[in-house]
Nanobody, 118 residues
Framework: QVQLVESGGDLAPPGGSLRLTCTVSEKIADIYLLGWYRQAPGEGRTWVAMTANDMSANYVDSVKGRFTISRDNTKNMVYLLMDSLKLEDTAMYYC????????????WGQGTQVTVSS
C-alpha cells in the first residue's frame, strides 16, 4: 500500500509561482510512474504531468513551459513547480502513483488546493 501526501497548495496571483510536494511512503525509485492530476470545480480529473523511473517527464500541452515535475529519490518526494500561473490553473491537485509498468496498482493522495486569483 503506497501512501501519498500532498502539500504546498495555496492562493497565488496570476503570473505567480507555487511548488507542490508529494511525500511518498515507499521507495520511489521502485515506483514506475509518479505524477500530478488536477480537478477543477464541476470538471473531471485530468492529468497534468508525469515522470517515470527513468527520470523522463511529460506534460499536458496547457502547462508545457510553465510547470516542471521532478522527483527526489533520496527523499521519496515528487515536486511540481508551477510558474506563470493562470486563472485556469485553479484546481485541486492530486499526486498519483502507478507501481509497475505491467499489472501495477494505482494510488492517489487526498489533494491540495491551488487557487489562482488577483
Amino acid at each position: 500500500q503506497v501512501q501519498l501526501v500532498e502539500s504546498g497548495g495555496d492562493l497565488a496571483p496570476p503570473g505567480g509561482s507555487l511548488r507542490l510536494t508529494c511525500t511518498v511512503s515507499e521507495k520511489i525509485a521502485d515506483i514506475y510512474l509518479l505524477g500530478w492530476y488536477r480537478q477543477a470545480p464541476g470538471e473531471g480529473r485530468t492529468w497534468v504531468a508525469m515522470t517515470a523511473n527513468d527520470m523522463s517527464a511529460n506534460y499536458v500541452d496547457s502547462v508545457k513551459g510553465r510547470f516542471t515535475i521532478s522527483r527526489d529519490n533520496t527523499k521519496n518526494m515528487v515536486y511540481l513547480l508551477m510558474d506563470s500561473l493562470k486563472l485556469e490553473d485553479t484546481a485541486m491537485y492530486y499526486c498519483y502513483a502507478h507501481t509497475q509498468l505491467i499489472g501495477g496498482d494505482d494510488y492517489w493522495g487526498q489533494g491540495t488546493q491551488v487557487t489562482v486569483s488577483s
